[in-house]
């Protein structure tokens, strides 16, 4: 089953459900969206599906918000990083 389909099997366990899902998207990265970001980073610390989240967040390309404990940032460098391992490999 693809990353996608498998979204159903544990967005109910998402710890994110009983928070305001406005945390999970700061407006910036600098000033006070820096708390926030690191507020609802410690929500995924202790969520049970991080794992699948940060997966579903890479395979679907999610560009913003907080996705399985990695800010917009994080995430762009570890496509990145996946990006040049998959180059590499081909080569
Ligand atoms: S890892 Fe974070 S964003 Fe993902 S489901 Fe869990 S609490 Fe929500």
Do not use: I
């Not at 999970?24 to 507020?39: C, D, M, W, Y």
């Amino acid at each position: 089953m693809s990353v996608k389909a498998d979204y159903a099997s544990w967005w109910d366990l998402a710890a994110c459900q009983r928070v305001d899902p406005e945390l999970f998207f700061p407006v910036s990265q600098v000033g006070p969206a820096q708390l926030q970001e690191a507020r609802a980073k410690s929500v995924c610390a202790r969520c049970t599906v991080q794992m699948q989240c940060l997966e579903y967040a890479m395979a679907t390309h999610q560009l913003h918000g907080v996705w399985g404990g990695l800010g917009e940032n994080e995430r762009r460098r570890l496509r990145a990083v996946h990006t040049a391992e998959r180059d590499l490999v081909q080569q």
